[in-house]
């Protein structure tokens, strides 16, 4: 999941920053935890005196502790002088560990709100937006500090249910020793520091040729029915190297870190029953069966598990064909939203009938933001709209905008997101 918060990142970016803004970043600084985080202000006469913070994706076990610079900026263009040039102030940290971190990223941004207010004054907002890994974060972390967080949009996270995001990679990854036994070698739920050390290479170098060999083709067909696993029907092959590439890096180089940070091993498939292969009582004869550490299972359904229960606005978006993240997650959380009388109210789900994880296009993160900040009862208007918009992108925007009654305009030289003055 190194790359999935790519094109988010990409659409925020692409927002022209107003003429004559400019961002300065501090030096980086380290938090307590050993999290690094960044501040980016914009100049003081153009600082609302709101902080957004930027939650990350996830970053595969066993790289650096470091703020991921590929997921701030694509080529030139930099979400904090973005968020800066719209005259907000910006934050964003590494969290104090790579791989599974949702606990972890959370305590640090709720630390780093603390040290952003020590440095440039008490923000009078603050919001939190987070993608993939960072989306469940923010769910979470506005779920439960409505006293800290304004709103928060979150984006392609595992929002509805934490198991079912293990299952979702466990199952790809039994079900795949059936199909194609023996070509990732050794327990394919204890995988070797040597097998996690040469994946990327073993993977394009073994795997893959093995997998899409044309032989095969039945197989993988087969394979990816059984494991749920998405792709874009007018694009097939290409669009499953991508879902098969991710399921089974996640598989091999992450689970040992997850199993470790869980406490316990956490999937589970004895009762599982699969379907959708050439003869599926075979195939579930045939499946490693193992069962998940308690402690393990106990720890996702309470410290990571979202309640939907919300006293302030989150808005959330999801691809339908998500490869690492299923949209199951997204209608999980709306019924549980639904169920605590915040679904419309504090919580909009928008859906992307698109493939690829956090795919999303300018338009829909920006409509994204600005209904965040309208469900706060912040936004004065959109303005600028057509200066960075095509005209597909603009009528979908303007769409979105209608259904909620977004305040906006056409007209400007350059995009502004106008706000009520915060007392």
Known sequence: MVRMCAAILFALCLMPVPAGAQSTCDPDG?????????????????????????????????????????????????????????????????????????????????????????????????????????????????????????????????????????????????????????????????????????????YDQVVAPIVFAPVNRARLDQWVTVAHLPFDATNYLDTVKVSVKDVLRYGVVDLNDGAQTLGGFPFDNIGRVYSGSSNDALLNLLVQRVAADPVAVEAMNTSYRTTGVLTRPLITLHTTRDQQVPYIHEKLYALKTLASGALITRHLPIKIEVFGHCNFTPDEVLASFAIMLFYDGLLQEITGTASFLTEPQLAAFEGRATAVGLPYRREGARLEVKIKAVP
Not at 147 to 160: E, H, K, N, Q, T
């Open 30 to 202: 380290v938090q307590a935890s050993g999290s690094v985080y960044r501040i980016c202000m914009p100049p003081p006469d153009q600082y609302n005196d709101i902080l957004v913070i930027w939650a990350h994706g996830f970053q595969d076990a066993g790289t650096p502790v470091q703020i991921p610079e590929d997921q701030l900026c694509i080529g030139s263009f930099c979400i904090p002088d973005v968020v800066n040039g719209l005259g907000f102030g910006f934050a964003t940290n590494s969290y104090s560990k790579t791989g599974l971190a949702v606990l972890q990223g959370k305590d640090d941004i709720l630390d780093l709100v603390d040290i952003y207010a020590a440095a440039k004054g008490a923000p009078k907002k603050v919001y939190l937006v987070g993608a993939s890994e960072g989306g469940i974060i923010t769910a979470l972390a506005v779920e439960q500090h409505p006293d800290v967080f304004s709103a928060g949009l979150a984006a392609c996270g595992p929002i509805g249910s934490f198991p079912l995001q293990i299952d979702y990679f466990g199952d790809a990854r039994a079900t795949f020793q059936v199909f194609f036994p023996g070509v990732i070698p050794g327990d394919p739920f204890h995988p070797s520091d040597a097998l996690i050390a040469a994946w990327s290479s073993y």
